[in-house]
């Protein structure tokens, strides 16, 4: 399996005046000019995608729905274990749902994308720390499957870098 896992566009901060439920907060006209721009890059360097797994946020969800729209990604799953309250445990458990895969994107939050990259590159999700940008993204080859501490890190780009591929 190749995973890619893809941190959430720039979203609004949070403000529960406007937003009393976080997972309502959505990306910001910026966030979703700036994530277009990766999708371009994301679509030279991961043309297939198979299955694109979303948190059922909505900033996770637009940031989906611009892969789909921009990367030509598939139509994104909502997949409750994904959002930003759920654990690597949970992360890993919609990981293993789609076993069967072979080219699997999810779109999540931090800091659970780092502890997921780390649990499955290591075996534990607090081995390796990484900073991941809001747009950044990483490609994790699975040869066993979403099985910790068998991964191999392809490449991790921050947006800046996955924009300047789709120019």
Same mark, same amino acid.
Request: charged content about 20%; glycine content about 10%; overall charge positive.
């Given at each position: 399996?190749?995973?890619?896992?893809?941190?959430?566009?720039? =979203?609004?901060?949070?403000?529960?005046?406007?937003?009393? %439920?976080?997972?309502?907060?959505?990306?910001?006209? #910026? +966030?979703? #000019?700036?994530?277009?721009?990766?999708?371009?890059?994301? #679509?030279?360097?991961?043309?297939?995608?198979?299955?694109? @797994?979303?948190?059922?946020?909505?900033?996770?969800?637009?940031?989906?729905?611009?892969? #789909?729209?921009?990367?030509?990604?598939?139509?994104?799953?909502?997949?409750?274990?994904?959002?930003?309250?759920?654990?690597? *445990?949970?992360?890993?458990?919609?990981?293993?749902?789609? =076993?069967?895969?072979?080219? /699997?994107?999810?779109? +999540?939050? *931090?800091?659970?994308?780092?502890?997921?990259?780390? @649990?499955?590159?290591?075996?534990?999700?607090?081995?390796?720390?990484?900073?991941?940008?809001? +747009?950044?993204?990483?490609?994790?080859?699975?040869?066993?499957?979403?099985?910790?501490?068998?991964?191999? @890190?392809?490449?991790?780009?921050?947006? %800046?870098? /996955?924009?300047?591929?789709?120019?």
């Amino acid at each position: 399996m190749r995973l890619y896992l893809v941190r959430h566009g720039i =979203a609004f901060d949070r403000d529960p005046a406007r937003w009393p %439920d976080d997972a309502a907060r959505p990306l910001t006209a #910026r +966030g979703v #000019r700036r994530f277009h721009r990766t999708a371009r890059g994301l #679509r030279r360097l991961a043309p297939t995608i198979d299955v694109l @797994l979303t948190s059922p946020f909505a900033r996770t969800l637009a940031t989906a729905m611009l892969l #789909r729209d921009v990367a030509g990604w598939p139509q994104p799953v909502p997949a409750a274990g994904l959002g930003a309250g759920a654990g690597v *445990e949970q992360q890993l458990a919609a990981l293993t749902a789609h =076993a069967d895969v072979q080219v /699997l994107a999810l779109v +999540g939050h *931090e800091p659970h994308m780092h502890e997921l990259a780390s @649990l499955l590159l290591t075996g534990d999700g607090a081995a390796v720390q990484s900073s991941w940008r809001k +747009g950044a993204v990483a490609a994790i080859e699975l040869p066993q499957g979403p099985l910790p501490g068998t991964g191999t @890190l392809l490449w991790f780009l921050q947006p %800046d870098a /996955l924009r300047r591929i789709g120019r």
